[in-house]
């Protein structure tokens, strides 16, 4: 097995009263992209900000490339890479400006040359070295973005929400540098509400209301909602109707059809299609679990 690159045990913050992130612990290996998903608010931007040394945890601790964020947070600032979900460049700089200006607060000299170039060549901004920032579309800002977290090529890299507000293709293009990082042996956690960048994670983990409520990788969690619930595809446009029929979990509307979840020991319904278990019903489906388990 990879050697883990970081390790969270029992994270907690609190703000008051509040309690943002609640014992959550989880590990990251080397050369593996973790993805942690959850909705707006759930605490994912909490907990990277705690794992990257900006933001002292409330309880627990994490050690990240061998630094703990509670005792040598300075320490871990050093070996880490941070993108934060808006493309963190300076509009006025060029692109070779923003990345020298991140690479000068660890190399220096000739190293910290060699490394602008390598990030230059390996991002694909060698053509834009002398373009302001502010004039990149936000695809090319944002893997300007990545390619300054980087740029001193860290062993583990927090990208938080790196792909917001990008279209498809500059949304795929980011996670093939993310890739090619990992396949370089760089860790990186990458905090997403895109299902279809749940799929590209190696390992998920799901963060509701401050707390991890699932952890595997997407077919280990589809397969666990596949043994707890049934998924089937009908004809029809009237999912309210479905969502009154008894064991019937949820119905909703996807093109000229009705996707319906149903309990295991309900009838399959008359003319349904079987259909397989998505990351969407991962996410739908443990929150309205969590959420029922609350109000019990």
């Known amino acids: 097995m990879a050697p883990v690159k970081v ?52 309880g627990g601790d994490a050690v990240v490339d061998g630094a703990s964020v509670v005792r040598e947070p300075e320490r871990v ?15 006025f700089l060029t692109v070779r400006e923003n990345l020298e ?44 973005s990545i390619a300054q977290a980087v740029v001193h090529r860290p062993r583990v890299a927090f990208l938080d929400e790196p792909t917001t507000g990008l279209d498809p293709l500059a949304r795929r293009a980011v996670w ?12 990186a956690l990458v905090t997403t509400h895109y299902m279809d960048e749940a799929e590209r994670c190696h390992r998920v983990g799901l963060v509701y209301r401050g707390r991890l409520i699932a952890l595997g990788t997407p077919q280990e ?3 666990a909602v596949r043994r707890r619930y049934r ?18 979990v949820d ?5 000229g059809a009705i996707r319906v979840v149903l309990a295991p020991d309900a009838p399959a319904p008359a003319g ?25």
Not at 116 to 140: I, K, M, P, Q, T
Not at 231 to 248: I, K, L, M, N, T
Not at 251 to 255: E, I, K, L, N, P
Not at 280 to 289: A, M, P, Q, T
């Open 7 to 58: 390790r969270a045990e029992r994270l907690e913050r609190r703000f008051g009263h509040l309690i943002a992130v609640a014992g959550v612990s989880f590990e990251v290996y080397e050369g593996e992209v973790f993805g942690l998903l959850g909705p707006n608010g759930a605490g994912k931007t909490t907990l990277v900000r705690m794992l990257s040394g900006v933001l002292a945890p409330s």
């Open 231 to 248: 998924f089937f595809r009908v004809p029809g446009s009237d999912a309210e109707v479905w969502r009154a029929r008894a064991g019937v």
């Open 251 to 255: 119905a909703w509307q996807r093109g």
């Open 272 to 296: 349904a299609a079987v259909e397989e278990p998505t990351m969407e019903d991962v996410f739908v489906l443990k929150i309205r679990e969590e959420d029922a388990d609350a109000h019990v």
């Open 77 to 91: 600032k050093e070996r880490i890479g941070y993108a934060t979900q808006e493309a963190s460049v300076y509009p």
């Open 101 to 144: 200006f991140r690479a000068a607060m660890y190399l220096e000299g000739r190293a910290l040359a060699a490394a602008v170039e390598d990030a230059l060549a390996r991002f694909g901004l060698a053509e834009a070295a002398g373009r302001r920032a502010g004039e990149l579309s936000g695809g090319w800002r944002q893997r300007l």
């Open 176 to 187: 093939e540098l993310v890739y090619a990082e990992a396949e370089r042996g760089m860790s």
């Open 221 to 223: 969690l589809k397969e």
